[in-house]
């Protein structure tokens, strides 16, 4: 199953495809993160779902949604990162950041600051230049740590 839902030869409607994608995905995420925390894990493992766009703020005339880069959601649990805060908004019709945008860039920040001692990797020289002068230098998202 995928979550192409374009409602098309090959896809889905938004309706059957939640239903086949949606709920199985949220009972996994709910039940990994309850393990992790009755394990003491919480602030070792971090859950981090994304996808590589988002879809469009319209259902199509079929019942389904299509690519939309514009957008898109993202999930992290566990790890360091806040609990239960929600950052960012969308304009009302889901179409754009109405509050600043965050890119995959930011993202992979934060999960370095929250995984490493962003300090202590200054100092590694087995690690690529590249990698630490991106992690030290691209901004983590701050309201989520």
Same mark, same amino acid.
């Given at each position: 199953?995928? =979550?192409?839902?374009?409602?098309?030869?090959?896809?889905?409607?938004?309706?059957?495809?939640?239903?086949?994608?949606?709920?199985?995905?949220?009972?996994?995420?709910?039940?990994?993160?309850?393990?992790?925390?009755?394990?003491?894990?919480?602030?070792?493992?971090?859950?981090?779902?994304?996808?590589?766009?988002?879809?469009?703020?319209?259902?199509?005339?079929?019942?389904?949604?299509?690519? =939309?880069?514009?957008?898109?959601?993202?999930?992290?649990?566990?790890?360091?990162?806040?609990?239960?805060?929600?950052?960012?908004?969308?304009?009302?019709?889901?179409?754009?950041?109405?509050?600043?945008? =965050?890119?995959?860039?930011?993202?992979?920040?934060?999960?370095?600051?929250?995984?490493?001692?962003?300090?202590?990797?200054?100092?590694?020289?087995?690690?690529?230049?590249?990698?630490?002068?991106?992690?030290?230098?691209?901004?983590?998202?701050?309201?989520?740590?």
């Amino acid at each position: 199953f995928v =979550w192409d839902m374009h409602a098309d030869v090959n896809n889905a409607t938004m309706t059957e495809g939640m239903n086949y994608m949606g709920r199985p995905l949220d009972h996994a995420l709910s039940a990994f993160l309850d393990d992790i925390e009755q394990r003491g894990l919480q602030d070792k493992v971090m859950l981090v779902c994304c996808g590589e766009m988002g879809r469009t703020p319209r259902i199509n005339a079929k019942g389904g949604r299509d690519h =939309w880069g514009g957008l898109a959601p993202l999930l992290m649990a566990g790890g360091g990162v806040r609990r239960g805060a929600v950052i960012g908004q969308s304009t009302s019709d889901a179409g754009r950041p109405q509050t600043e945008p =965050w890119t995959i860039a930011n993202l992979l920040a934060t999960i370095y600051h929250s995984v490493f001692d962003v300090g202590q990797l200054r100092l590694d020289q087995s690690l690529p230049v590249d990698l630490v002068r991106h992690i030290t230098s691209t901004p983590p998202i701050a309201d989520a740590l």
